[in-house]
């Protein structure tokens, strides 16, 4: 029997659409099928702080935003995976991570020797410190050296006070002047003294720095580049293989179609990017 060219026309039309269809579903497949050791399958428990802008936060609508969350959502697309959300402090995150409460925990943790006694650290970003400045940049600060007379806004107990008192002796034994650090118990407090000129810098942790300037409407800019750069790791439970080679590889991937660039790039911390992922590469 002979077809009548319009309803020819319509078959190839139908099966054309099938071929797409089949190709389409074949392009989404996840990059990894091995059993991860999840908590629940198909779904990986994901541990955020929620009050730490840009890493991460809660916004009005209570979604979880911020580059930590961006990350582990396209990490997770590529893995096949939902996320399930939890909010944490960061003193309950490995503990949480040891009683397998939850799979992943992120909060701009450092790699360190210490904390890979106690949990496996699959590192994504590599991060320092930023100094803030007045804008225009009226004493010419670029690195640590540059510190010599000047007042330093910190707040206590962060590693910006530490590298700030180490600056300090090195200025006093070449026989420069002194570096004054002036210690705060938030930052708000540390940046308010810039905003009155009763300080000279502020140094903060490179993506805070970044994102506090942006909040300034155009009163201070960040300078030079970030310093003292160290891996910053997704924290798992201690010898969970699978998940570990499965996170890296997801990671991997993004790095390779332009994802992880693109969204380092929405934050402007593009200078944090890692070429690809590692696991336990800590500096100290």
């Known amino acids: 029997m002979n077809i009548s060219m319009p309803h020819r026309k319509r078959v190839l039309s139908l099966r054309q659409w099938l071929v797409v269809g089949l190709l389409s579903c074949a392009a989404f497949q996840p990059v990894w099928a091995e059993d991860m050791g999840l908590i629940e399958p198909g779904q990986i ?66 790699d360190t020797k210490k904390r890979e006694q106690s949990v496996d650290l699959v590192d994504y970003l590599q991060v320092g410190s930023g100094f803030i400045v007045p804008a225009g940049n009226p004493r010419k600060m670029q690195t640590l ?29 070449q026989g420069k002047p002194e570096v004054k650090v002036s210690e705060f118990p938030a930052s708000a407090q540390a940046m308010l003294q810039l905003y009155t000129g009763r300080a000279d810098v502020m140094i903060h942790d490179y993506p805070v720095s970044v994102y506090l300037v942006q909040q300034s409407e155009g009163r201070l800019q960040v300078a030079g580049r970030q310093f003292n750069v160290a891996p ?10 699978a998940l570990r080679n499965a996170l890296m590889a997801g990671l991997d991937h ?25 696991y336990n590469q800590p500096l100290r």
């Open 45 to 110: 428990t994901v541990a955020f702080t929620a009050y730490f802008p840009p890493i991460s936060s809660i916004d009005s609508h209570g979604s979880f935003v911020g580059f930590d969350p961006d990350i582990m959502r396209a990490v997770a697309e590529d893995l096949g995976l939902k996320i399930n959300y939890v909010a944490i402090t960061t003193d309950g995150l490995f503990p949480g991570i040891s009683a397998k409460r939850f799979d992943v925990g992120m909060a701009a943790l450092t």
């Open 254 to 278: 993004i790095i390779a179609n332009g994802k992880y660039a693109a969204i380092l790039a929405k934050y402007h911390i593009s200078d944090a990017a890692l070429t690809h992922a590692g």
């Open 145 to 173: 050296d540059d510190l010599c007379g000047l007042t330093v806004a910190s707040t206590t107990g962060d590693a910006a006070t530490m590298y700030a008192r180490d600056q300090a002796q090195k200025c006093a034994a």
């Open 232 to 241: 910053e790791g997704m924290a798992i439970f201690k010898g969970n293989v």
